[in-house]
């Protein structure tokens, strides 16, 4: 019998602050939030006399990340379930002051490490108190080396609140209050963005064409307001990677994954080396669809009619079976976030595009928020959420600061959670024709992470070109998408979508720049975990908490050689990676061969 049966479809915030951001309990800890921030920058400019005096220093610095954090956390949560929530808007600026706060005060104490002797530094390093940071110490003094001046730094945190951060915001409120009056069936509906972009891949093309021109007419009415957000928002950031000295502007995302460029650099030249057999499944599938041409609309059109629903329940249950396959423990905690109402799924209007993880590193839990509709494709990101809840789950005891991991890493532990249920699918298969449906969703996947992501990395690297030298108008910004897709696809569409830098919430977040390769690097690092754990079979599961723990303390290439035994920076991790994930491949143009 089912463990699960009518699961809450909205997510429990009240646990944390009831009555929400504008009630007493968040309002109240928020302000003590604020008395503790600007009581403790005063004393953070205090010098330090003896090493030990690190010791609590450093433990009030990792105290006020952690609430800091969960503030913000509650605030997002909010504003992303219920878009015209002003309280939670108001209260997420508050927060984003609060963090410029934050990162003065690290500001001064980086200036600090900086400029202590290398014998106090080591002495420092080898400290009890401090061994579980003793990575991140490191790491922070090797990048204060590369930054501007600790008076220049804090001006720039205190602006970027209302400058670099504000636009950010802002690209959030314009995408959130677009709406979309479509006719499906002979009755007019209005639809949120998010509801609109799970119809996309309707299985009737007709009605596909028709609801992706409603979805690009929709960003077209906004696109100058977009697109003048997305120039200042770069503009912004090259100025000041212009005044810290650098002069290449993927300095600070490779830097802040924790990457070589040279990992980088393999992994997309190995991907583009290897595209022949997925502009064939491209190919195939669009004799499958019946049509003519194989436009950006078509790609992700279901094969076989209509897609096969599920329930949230049925969908729950799935995921858990299948997490235990490979990890109890996993599976234990997506049954507590299932059963304890930690995932907003309801598809109704007013909902944020997309899916995220928060966590609430204070209360040691996470909250996940998809739209979910029924198809298979949302049953795979709510396993690729709970694969980032579980992250945050095996860490919840740790230093705050060694629980800080690049995303890089972070969609590794989703990307694997997703990988477990798309091959547990095709086993489960019921019919030869589900079975085929499955196999195609798998290569689609492929499709999605290594061209899709691939056109976005491709975009924005021409954009910021063009950016360094003035603003980019609209009617660049499409010309220049729809050139990274022509490349990125590899001549295997007829039509595809200029206005894709408008849609994409990647494109817009100040938190993390060049927000797209790490999904493509999650999706094939995590393929060679995913074979570990085959290799591995029960003793996977500690190995794997080991890796997880590890991925706030180690750069890519250490993780990758200390856990899996891997070269990261040459060739031949990336093509295995890439062979395991297109493992599918001749199974799926075999079976389709009498089809076309």
């Known amino acids: 019998m089912s463990k699960f049966h009518n699961l809450s479809r909205t997510w429990d ?28 920058l005063p004393q953070a400019n205090l010098p330090i006399h003896e090493v030990n005096e690190w010791v609590p220093r450093l433990k009030t610095l990792q105290d006020l990340m952690s ?24 209260i997420s600026g508050k927060i984003r002051q609060l963090s410029a706060v934050l990162a003065n005060i690290n500001t001064e104490l980086n200036a600090q490490v900086l400029a202590m002797p290398d014998a106090e530094w080591k002495q420092l390093l080898t400290m009890d108190a401090l061994k579980e940071i003793a990575w991140n110490l490191n790491e922070r003094r090797e990048k204060s080396k590369v930054l501007m001046s600790k008076e220049l730094e804090s001006l720039n945190n205190s602006l970027a609140v209302n400058g670099y951060h504000g636009w950010g915001s802002l690209y959030t409120m314009l995408a959130s209050a677009l709406k979309v009056k479509v006719t499906l069936k002979g009755s007019e509906q209005e639809l949120s963005m998010g509801q609109l972009q799970n119809r996309l891949s309707d299985s009737d093309p007709k009605v ?83 049509i003519e041409k194989m436009n950006w609309n078509d790609v992700d059109a279901p094969i076989g009619g209509e897609q096969t629903k599920v329930s949230f329940e049925d969908a729950a249950e799935f995921i858990t079976d299948n997490f235990r396959q490979f990890s109890p423990k996993m599976a234990d905690f997506a049954t507590m976030a299932f059963q ?30 998809v739209t979910f509709s029924g198809t298979m494709g949302n049953m795979a990101t709510v396993a690729h959420e709970l694969g980032h809840g579980y992250h945050g789950w095996v860490m919840k005891d740790m230093a705050p600061m060694t629980k800080s991991y690049a995303m890089i890493v972070a969609e590794t532990a989703s990307t694997m959670g997703e990988m477990i249920v798309a ?32 056109a976005r990395f491709l975009f924005e690297k021409s954009f910021y070109t063009e950016r360094e030298k003035g603003e980019v108008s609209v009617i660049r910004l499409n010309e220049l998408m729809v050139a990274a897709q022509k490349q990125s696809y590899a001549g295997a569409l007829d039509g595809y979508h200029p206005r894709f830098w408008a849609s994409k919430l990647h494109f817009y977040s100040t938190g993390v720049p ?29 190995k794997y908490i080991d890796l997880l723990q590890d991925t706030g303390r180690l750069s890519v290439e250490e993780l990758a050689e200390r856990h899996l035994g891997v070269d990261l920076t040459g060739s031949e991790f990336w ?17 389709t061969e009498k089809m076309i």
């Open 340 to 369: 304890q109402s930690w995932i907003e799924s309801e598809d109704r209007p007013g909902k944020r595009m997309g899916g995220f993880c928060s966590g609430f590193s204070e209360a040691k839990q996470s909250r996940i928020f």
């Open 13 to 40: 915030l009240d646990i944390f602050f009831p009555g929400g951001c504008g009630a007493a309990p968040f309002l109240e800890y928020v302000a003590k939030l604020e008395l503790d921030l600007d009581a403790f």
């Open 423 to 454: 091959n547990a699918s095709v086993q489960a298969a019921k019919s030869p024709e589900e079975k085929l449906s499955l196999i195609e969703s798998k290569l689609h996947r492929a499709v999605s992470l290594l061209m899709n992501i691939e």
């Open 208 to 290: 596909r064409q028709y609801l992706m021109e409603a979805w690009e007419n929709a960003w077209q009415s906004s696109e100058e307001n977009i697109g003048h957000t997305l120039n200042q928002l770069a503009g912004y950031r090259l100025n000041l990677y212009k005044h810290r000295g650098w002069n290449d502007f993927l300095q600070e995302p490779v830097a802040y994954n924790r990457m070589q460029r040279q990992t980088l650099d393999s992994m997309w030249n190995t991907i583009d080396a290897n595209k022949a057999k997925l502009v064939a499944y491209l190919e195939r599938k669009r004799k499958l669809l019946g």
């Open 575 to 591: 093509q295995k990676a890439i062979d395991s994930v297109l493992d599918d491949y001749d199974e799926f143009m075999a079976l």
């Open 67 to 90: 609430r800091t954090s969960y503030a913000g956390a509650f605030a997002n949560c909010h504003s992303a379930a219920k878009s015209a929530d002003l309280n939670a808007r108001q």
């Open 514 to 542: 060049f927000y797209n390769f790490p999904y493509t690097f999650g999706f094939l690092f995590s393929a060679g975990i995913y074979a570990k754990a085959l290799e591995l079979g029960p003793a996977f599961e500690d």
